[in-house]
């Protein structure tokens, strides 16, 4: 007998991040090491400030691409929908 693992779980695509976004996560890790290398306790918090802040945008900037890639795939299922091809905006509302 073999053994059900459950319900298949579908992984939404990867949506794609900007060049921004990816310099931004660069930063964020160039700053976590200037945490760690900071010898002072000014030092440091002033680091961790600036790391949080690079952080926020990383955030900001990731949430804008998602966004995006949300409003690409909102008009594509519109001209799909004017074309009348249900079965290409079955494929694209299931990504």
Do not use: F
Not at 50 to 58: F, M
């Amino acid at each position: 007998m073999s053994r059900s693992t459950g319900p298949q779980v579908l992984h939404p695509q990867e949506v794609d991040i900007s060049r921004d976004a990816s310099e931004s996560c660069r930063k964020t890790r160039k700053e976590g090491k200037n945490v760690n290398n900071s010898r002072t306790r000014a030092a440091k918090v002033k680091a961790k400030e600036e790391k949080t802040e690079v952080n926020r945008s990383v955030k900001r900037s990731i949430i804008a691409d998602k966004q995006n890639y949300i409003e690409t795939l909102e008009t594509e299922v519109e001209e799909a929908s004017y074309q009348n091809k249900t079965k290409d905006m079955y494929s694209i509302t299931k990504r």
